[in-house]
Nanobody
Framework: QVQLVESGGGLVQAGDSLRLSCAASGRTFSIKTMAWFRQAPGKEREFVARIMWDADSTYYATSVKGRFTISRDNAKNTVYLQMNSLKPEDTAVYYC????????????WGQGTQLTVSS
């Protein structure tokens, strides 16, 4: 099992920056990919960004590419999401997720952290 705990959400203004953190614990040696998803009110959860746990490979949703940066610190078992030039449409609950070598799915999820961007 892998446990994930997000932090860093809050209320910011449009144009501001914020960094989210996701701390992993448990069987972290089994992690292959970490990702951020988000869910806005009344909308389905959507992919934001992902990073390989043991390689410098990242991928972003078109809506955040160039504004958001995903990174990791393996020594701290932590993944970050640096968010710049925030827009009101970035308002959502942000979830961290992990995929292990045993699955093609993101089977482990954090509880989420709320980001609200005011105009």
């Amino acid at each position: 099992q892998v446990q994930l705990v997000e932090s860093g959400g809050g209320l910011v203004q449009a144009g501001d920056s914020l960094r989210l953190s996701c701390a992993a614990s448990g069987r972290t040696f089994s992690i292959k990919t970490m990702a951020w998803f988000r869910q806005a009110p009344g909308k389905e959860r959507e992919f934001v960004a992902r990073i390989m746990w043991d390689a410098d490979s990242t991928y972003y949703a078109t809506s955040v590419k160039g504004r958001f940066t995903i990174s990791r610190d393996n020594a701290k078992n932590t993944v970050y999401l640096q968010m710049n030039s925030l827009k009101p449409e970035d308002t959502a609950v942000y979830y961290c997720a992990a995929r292990t070598a045993l699955s093609n799915n993101f089977d482990f999820w954090g509880q989420g952290t709320q980001l609200t961007v005011s105009s």
